[in-house]
């Protein structure tokens, strides 16, 4: 018996071996100049789905380093030398890293890594736009300062032609990679409600190209409030308490145009709009439209203050939890105010319709 299990522990052993022997590895040898003396060891974590996982660490000695694991072109990771960290991924093969600590992530030199060459691309990219974007934002806000309306509108307008065209760059990028997951990174570039049909599209790519995969369940998980919310999709239902107390929902509605409008009473934005929201349901309340505002309130005397202050005389709810409220969470609410037309159908036909873009459509409905 003691034989049979000697044997069956090296059999174990060489097993594990031979796996190891041929799976496909990632070995990164790294030399770092400038280090800092406390920094005497680096961590590689991976991304993972529910955040960084570690997955080796090794010391340093004289500024260099050797990490060997499983190869993994699915995930990102990072290497981690003390709070600095360098993006990277981990793919078969050898890979040589030199960097300067001083300049971390400019001065790094990754080899034999096509993902990681494509993310840093689209890190440039995105590095380049928020230089530019920043220097048009001091322009705008100094022309502003000195009363120079015509320099503030010229760069706005610059602001809009440069956001347009990075917006171009990075789909080019996107749809020269193909589904994967450094394209995956590239969508932070994008809008989901702004970009919606071209990142609705890519996501339907991933699906269909790479199911299964972490890179696509993340996508998945990014579109999904917004796939929920599209122009044409029915509103969530919800159902929250009037002023009086009484139980008040979306669906109560169906039948008429119905403009959901989240706000609060410390919003000023909110507030500012409310004049105009006034005027439309004394123009549009006898054509058929319903205005059902949810506030994001916690103070209900606060809320019921504004309400008589602004003359805001249409159907009320709120849960008065503030931003923990269940409807803001339905909705995707991070940013007030906001607002969702629905059709008679119960289906949202727009969404964040403010001032002469609003009275616009309601021409186009009500003519």
């Avoid at 080796?56 to 993994?72: H, L, M, N, R, Y």
């Avoid at 790479?210 to 369940?217: L, M, V």
């Amino acid at each position: 018996m003691r034989c049979l299990l000697l044997l069956f522990l090296l059999l174990v052993a060489f097993s594990c071996s031979q796996q190891n022997e041929d799976r496909p590895l990632a070995r990164i040898e790294g030399q770092i100049s400038n280090l800092p003396v406390s920094v005497s060891s680096v961590k590689l974590k991976r991304m993972g789905l529910k955040g960084p996982e570690t997955v080796d660490s090794v010391e340093i000695e004289e500024g260099k380093f050797t990490i060997e694991i499983p190869a993994d072109s699915e995930f990102l990771y990072r290497l981690e030398f003390g709070e600095a960290f360098l993006p990277l991924f981990a793919e078969q093969g050898q890979h040589q890293l030199s960097a300067d600590f001083r300049q971390l992530y400019l001065s790094a030199r990754y080899s034999n890594s096509p993902h990681t060459d494509q993310m840093r691309k689209t890190e440039m990219l995105r590095l380049g736009f928020e230089a530019k974007a920043q220097e048009l934002q001091n322009r705008f806000e100094t022309a502003l300062y000195t009363g120079r309306q015509k320099s503030a509108d010229s760069a706005r307008q610059a602001f809009e032609i440069l956001r347009m065209e990075s917006k171009r760059r990075i789909k080019f990028l996107i749809d020269s990679i193909g589904p994967g997951p450094v394209s995956y990174l590239a969508t932070s570039m994008l809008d989901p409600e702004e970009d919606y049909l071209y990142l609705d599209s890519l996501t339907s790519r991933f699906e269909k190209e790479r199911p299964g995969k972490a890179f696509t369940q993340k996508l998945q998980r990014f579109m999904e409030l917004p796939r929920r919310l599209a122009i044409g999709k029915p509103a969530p239902d919800f159902s929250l308490a009037n002023p009086a107390g009484k139980m008040t929902s979306v669906s109560g509605f169906k039948g008429s145009w119905v403009l959901l409008d989240f706000w609060a009473s410390w919003c000023k934005p909110c507030r500012a709009e409310n004049p105009f929201l006034t005027q439309v349901h004394q123009r549009y309340k006898g054509r058929g439209l319903k205005i059902f505002s949810v506030s994001l309130d916690g103070d209900r005397e606060a809320w019921m203050k504004a309400m008589v202050q602004d003359q805001m005389d249409w159907a009320h709810a709120s849960d008065l939890k503030g931003w923990q409220s269940s409807a803001a969470a339905l909705y995707g609410i991070n940013s007030i105010p906001a607002s969702f037309l629905i059709d008679p159908e119960g289906k949202i036909a727009a969404k964040n319709l403010r001032g002469p873009a609003l009275l616009q459509k309601l021409v186009e409905i009500f003519p």
